[in-house]
Every structure is written in C-alpha cells, then in structure tokens.
C-alpha cells in the first residue's frame, strides 16, 4: 500500500482546507483499511488527529467540531476537511493505514500553516 497525502498550504486564521490521501496497490483491500490523519506540530509527538473505519470514525478534542473525516472507498481516498483552522493546527499531517497493529503504512506528510 502506498499512501499519497496533498491539500496542504497557508491559510489565514479561521480558514479551510480540504487534505486528501488517496492509496496505491490497494484497490482490492481500501474497503478493508482503517485509515487515519496525524499531525506533528514542531517540537511534539505526533498526534492523532481523526481516525476512520467501515463503522465509526472519532476525533482529537481539539479539533472537534471543526475537521471531519471521510472516506470514499470508490476512488480509494481519504479526505478530512479543516474549517476554523487555528494557528495551533499548524503542523505535518500525515494519512496512515492500517489493518491491525502488524501491518500499517504511513504516507508522506504534507504541511498546514495557518497564520494569525
């Protein structure tokens, strides 16, 4: 599985973006993925931003409310959707897959900054 992560760039305070992450050689398993957005802001860990499966998705505190997830297993793309973003949202995000802990796959990252 190969994941490619695009939507980033510079938004001013309280505007949106729209991430994707779209997988390569999965056609025939995507349906059966858990996919997921994380983040790394400089100088942390990186952090769970919102994670989805066939059957429920959730979301960090932080971003409740304002991002939403979702998936479109026809075209093999996750999405998640950032309004009312905050100068604290700034950070890498990166899309991940997983079907269980023994097989997971991280795309590469792609880079919010949100100004003040």
């Known amino acids: 599985v190969q994941l490619q992560a695009s939507g980033g760039g510079l938004v001013q305070a309280g505007g949106s973006l729209k991430l994707s992450c779209t997988a390569k050689n999965s056609e025939t398993i995507f349906k059966l993925l858990n996919m997921g957005w994380y983040r790394q802001i400089q100088g942390s860990e990186r952090e769970l931003v919102a994670r989805i499966t066939l059957d429920w998705s959730k979301y960090a505190d932080s971003v409740k409310g304002r991002f939403t997830i979702s998936r479109d297993d026809a075209k093999n793309t996750m999405y998640l959707q950032m309004n009312d973003l905050r100068p604290e949202d700034t950070g890498v995000y990166y899309c991940?897959?997983?079907?269980?802990?023994?097989?997971?796959?991280w795309g590469q990252g792609t880079q919010v900054t949100v100004s003040s």
């Open positions: 991940k897959a997983d079907v269980g802990s023994a097989n997971v796959w």
